[in-house]
């Protein structure tokens, strides 16, 4: 079963950027589409992004549309943001998952460690 390992979160500043990853350990991602989604304490999880499996369309919700993008490479799916705000303060995954043109529809049960990102001054 494809595992997949995220990185690149961190404590940064309100309006900084970060860049996430989601990298596949064993086989490599260039065969489904991939969705990002983030946890906030105290909240459900949520999809926030999905890019389709050539990486020529992706999906971005409303709360980070304009912000945030999404891109692929053969092995590895980025989560590029920008402008953050404290509400974007959460623990962030990526899962494979099905996009959709208002939502994302995350495909598996097995989800990775995640990796945090902190908004705050």
């Known amino acids: 079963q494809l595992q997949l390992v995220e990185s690149g979160g961190g404590l940064v500043h309100p309006g900084g950027s970060l860049r996430l990853s989601c990298a596949a350990s064993?086989?490599?991602?260039?065969?489904?589409?991939i969705g990002w989604f983030r946890q906030a304490p105290g909240n459900q999880r949520r999809g926030i992004g999905c890019?389709?499996?050539?990486?020529?369309w992706t999906y971005l919700a409303d709360s980070v549309l304009g912000r945030f993008t999404i891109s692929r490479d053969k092995n590895t799916v980025y989560l590029e943001m920008n402008s953050l705000k404290s509400e974007d303060t959460a623990m962030y995954y990526c899962?494979?998952?099905?996009?959709?043109?208002?939502?994302?529809?995350?495909?598996?049960?097995?989800w990775g460690q995640g990796t945090q990102v902190t908004v705050s001054s």
């Open positions: 064993g086989p490599t991602l260039d065969a489904t589409a």
């Open positions: 890019i389709n499996l050539k990486g020529d």
């Open positions: 899962l494979i998952a099905e996009c959709f043109s208002d939502y994302v529809l995350p495909l598996s049960d097995s």
